[in-house]
T-cell receptor
Framework: DQQVKQNSPSLSVQEGRISILNCDYT??????FLWYKKYPAEGPTFLIS?????DKNEDGRFTVFLNKSAKHLSLHIVPSQPGDSAVYFC????????????FGKGTRLSVIA | KAGVTQTPRYLIKTRGQQVTLSCSPI?????VSWYQQTPGQGLQFLFE???????NKGNFPGRFSGRQFSNSRSEMNVSTLELGDSALYLC?????????????FGPGTRLTVL
């Protein structure tokens, strides 16, 4: 049973345009969500997070939106740059602080110059 | 501050052998988690250690085990290796006292089982 789903395995976007990566979750106990970026031959690096008490969090070109009622979050990258080409993982955890992060399977973003 | 380090970076083993992977967390971090990444499966949680105690365990067979030492360094062991164990094994550390407990990952150990 996959609790965090990233239904798009890959996404191609033109440089300068917006990239939108989507993530759905099923566990209503999740209340903290994170996005990680992973380049080949490297470990994932933390990108941005959002708590369930917010519906939006912004950090430079990266914005994460959370729709709790739909159990859906999205990561927007504006403008997209070739260096953003990587695999993006969505992750979630519940509010107990005692359970591990649950990751989606990732979306491979390709930004085309 | 040095990041999470994992050794070795690459490993080739044959079926039936066992392997031990090592992880040194960021200085001051006492929580270490291990994940297995295979193509198309994302990051599958193996286990988490905090202060030498296993706090959580994922849904993996008993061939997968781990431990944490008093200096927070952690090792994971896989016995009786199978072809399906070929994967990237990632270690992550966190302080557990930062909001959201963001985890910081090492570069991983690429294990190939022949």
């Amino acid at each position: 049973d996959q609790q965090v789903k990233q239904n798009s395995p890959s996404l191609s976007v033109q440089e300068g345009r917006i990239s939108i990566l989507n993530c759905d979750y099923t566990n209503s106990m999740f209340d903290y969500f994170l996005w990680y970026k992973k380049y080949p031959a490297e470990g994932p690096t933390f990108l941005i997070s959002i708590s369930s008490i917010k519906d939006k969090n912004e950090d430079g070109r990266f914005t994460v939106f959370l729709n709790k009622s739909a159990k859906h979050l999205s990561l927007h990258i504006v403008p997209s740059q070739p260096g953003d080409s990587a695999v993006y993982f969505c992750a979630a955890r519940d509010d107990s602080g005692n359970t591990p992060l649950v990751f989606g399977k990732g979306t491979r973003l390709s930004v085309i110059a | 501050k040095a990041g999470v380090t994992q050794t070795p970076r690459y490993l080739i083993k044959t079926r039936g052998q066992q392997v031990t992977l090592s992880c040194s967390p960021i200085s001051g971090h006492r929580s270490v988690s291990w994940y297995q990444q295979t193509p198309g499966q994302g990051l599958q949680f193996l286990f988490e250690y905090f202060s030498e105690t296993q706090r959580n365990k994922g849904n993996f067979p008993g061939r997968f085990s781990g431990r944490q030492f008093s200096n927070s360094r952690s090792e994971m062991n896989v016995s009786t290796l199978e072809l399906g164990d070929s994967a990237l094994y990632l270690c992550a550390s966190s302080s557990l006292f930062r909001q959201g407990n963001e985890q910081f990952f090492g570069p991983g150990t690429r294990l190939t089982v022949l």
